[in-house]
């Protein structure tokens, strides 16, 4: 069996390697990345077979659970990391040839060192390890918004770096707050004794923690530095950013809520949260003329979405929810990547230059169209299955309060289709300025990438039963929370 | 008396924690803002260390056999202190050489006065 540990030890490593094999070779840095990247996907997709039986229970120092710092391989962690990684993959062979400009070598190295921050945010079984990778995770991602240099992009990542401290300030004060309750940092063992203190005490924290992660996961209202950031940074980032870090914040709220908490008295407000995201997400996105900001609103309206269906909490929503996460982050990247390469044809974000692209890039319009109408949720994409189920689990409620908001939810997903169809009109057919045989296809590099997230939307849309198992045992994992504690200290 | 005796420290800490996140809601100069997190980050610290704090408490060694474990200090709050520690100098610098690279960019550091990114 292999240690999981690797999942973040390897690319960790790596990452502090590069400026050495900078030494050797200037050429040799841009490799490593995808190296990592591949080594953790193939890692993660092997380890999926054996913790659908049973979670992974990694002891770091030799220690038995609560005493050592230990990871939890459950099906949620190794879902997500096998995200990260899969995404990470692919954004880094985009990268090879985007990322040409600047201090290279430190954007790989920082880029390796966000996805590790990911990777072990989603591992972790230790509450203050958690906040130690999420500032993994801030800090490069601090440092990458900020990559071009340029004026939005410094603006961008101050007014970041700003409320990002701010959370996890709040963070490590819930942390310590419930140091203090209990007396143990390990979640499984905060979970087995939540219930022994008055629920006040326990409020607080529970407060603390949801808004400081919240902020990195951009819940409305503390979703205002995601527009500028998610719009300012290199489209590569744009596509990380977007499809995992702000994934990684949504999964800690949950695996806070659900786990650590078992909050259920929350739920409700955590579905009307969602719902007010995605609202004010889509219709945000609906007025906005640049492209990059448009589709980071539409990232916000998505986290909506997920939050809407995670707060549903039965069985169908949170694996709708999951299932979301798949279908955002694997459009959205798709999405980000395809953008890229536009706005360097075109040398501006404005929607209104982007005329006759289905033209001039056919392949690259045609992943936009893909990855469009995946996030709006049209069959056969994988955004078609995801919405389903929370649609379904949302009725399945048999309450007259979930079939309004499902509604509701409906209503923001026409907004979304109008505004994309929008930009898909404006790539197919206004374009009347260029003549239809001057083509200008992306580089071999970045369509490699987007061949295969498009290949991957349709062919889990097609067969959705590809990743139903690991869903299913998922989301289980997230709702029984004594079947965790009992996963975790025996 | 009794009362400030037992929670001098959670009242030092909450006390420095409020008036960071004051100083970050309201200053307009980009170096106050940073200074403001960085007394927050100081007051969540001195927060963790009261917290594992026994009055007149030892170090966690056992040097002399007469020492019990329940006169010691928790060490557990001081290793993530430590560690809280580092995550701040680097926020730190990271938010200083932002700055540093504003001011190139707009010729102030008035956050106020930089809009360019709007909703």
């Known amino acids: 069996m292999v240690n999981p540990v690797l999942l973040i030890a390897v690319p960790l490593g790596l990452a502090f390697a590069i400026p050495l094999f900078g030494f050797i070779s200037q050429k040799l840095e841009k490799y490593i990345p995808p190296v990592a990247m591949l080594f953790n996907l193939i890692v993660s997709l092997s380890l999926i077979p054996k913790v659908l039986e049973q979670p992974i229970v990694v002891s770091i120092g030799g220690f038995p659970p609560p005493f050592c710092i230990n990871l939890v391989a459950g099906p949620v962690g190794v879902l997500f990391s096998a ?80 409320q990002g401290a701010i959370g996890s300030s709040l963070v490590l004060i819930g942390v310590a707050l419930l140091y203090g309750l209990f007396g143990t940092l390990n979640m499984a063992d905060i979970a087995r004794n939540i219930d022994s203190v008055s629920p006040i005490s326990v409020f607080v924290p529970l407060v603390l923690l949801i808004t400081g992660l919240g902020i990195e996961g951009a819940i409305f209202p503390l979703n205002a530095w995601l527009p500028d950031a998610h719009s300012s940074a290199p489209s590569s980032i744009s596509a990380i950013l977007s499809g995992i870090a702000i994934e990684v914040g949504i999964y800690a709220v949950a695996r806070v809520i659900f786990t650590v908490f078992g909050a259920s008295s929350i739920f409700l407000f955590l579905v009307l949260l969602g719902l007010l995201t995605l609202l004010v997400g889509e219709m945000s996105a609906f007025s906005q003329k640049n492209i990059k900001r448009l589709l980071a609103y539409s990232s916000i309206g998505q986290i909506g979405l997920i939050v809407f269906a995670l707060g549903i909490a039965t069985s169908y929503g949170v694996v709708g929810g999951l299932f979301q996460i798949i279908s955002h982050s694997l459009s959205k990247a798709l999405l980000f990547l395809a953008v890229g390469y536009m706005i360097y044809r075109t040398g501006s974000m404005d929607i209104s230059t982007l005329d006759g692209m289905g033209k001039r890039m056919p392949f690259t319009s045609l992943a936009f169209t893909i990855g469009a109408f995946s996030l709006v949720g049209l069959p056969p994409f994988v955004g078609f299955p995801s919405k389903f189920l929370i649609v379904r689990a949302a009725l399945a409620k048999e309450e007259v309060l979930f079939t309004v908001l499902i509604a509701l939810v409906l209503l923001g997903t026409v907004i979304e289709g109008a505004y994309f169809f929008r930009v898909i009109q404006t790539l197919y057919f206004k374009g009347k300025r260029v003549s239809p045989n001057k083509r200008e296809e992306a580089p071999i590099a970045a369509l490699i990438p987007i061949g295969i997230l498009m290949i991957l939307i349709i062919v889990i849309g097609v067969y959705p039963r590809l990743v139903t198992d690991i869903l299913n045992s998922a989301a289980s994992e997230l709702l029984n929370r004594i079947g965790y504690i009992k996963g975790v200290l025996g | 008396m009794s009362f400030l005796n037992h929670y001098i420290y959670y009242i030092g800490a909450f006390g420095l924690i409020f008036i960071g996140l004051y100083i970050v809601l309201v200053k307009h100069n980009l170096i106050k803002v940073i200074i403001g997190l960085s007394i927050m980050e100081t007051g969540v610290n001195l927060f963790l260390i009261s917290i594992g704090y026994i009055k007149g408490g030892t170090a966690p060694i056992f040097s002399t056999p007469e020492i019990e474990a329940a006169r010691m200090v928790d060490p557990v709050p001081q290793a993530l202190v430590l560690t809280a520690i580092v995550i701040g100098v680097a926020v730190l610098a990271l938010a200083l050489s932002l700055a540093i690279r504003l001011y190139q960019h707009y010729g102030t550091l008035n956050l106020r006065k930089i809009k360019e990114q709007r909703w």
Not at chain 1, 126 to 148: K, P, R, T
Request: glycine content about 8%; proline content about 0%; hydrophobic content about 55%.
């Open chain 1, 83 to 162: 995200i990260i990684a899969l995404v990470g993959f692919l954004v880094s062979i985009y990268a090879l040839d985007y990322i040409k400009e600047g201090a290279t070598e430190k954007y790989h190295m920082l880029y390796l060192l966000l996805l590790t921050g990911a990777t072990g945010v989603v591992l972790t079984g230790d509450i203050f390890n958690l906040f130690v990778f999420f500032e993994i995770l801030c800090i490069s991602s601090y440092a990458l918004v900020a990559y071009l240099g340029n004026r939005a992009g410094i603006e961008s990542a101050v007014k970041y770096l700003i």
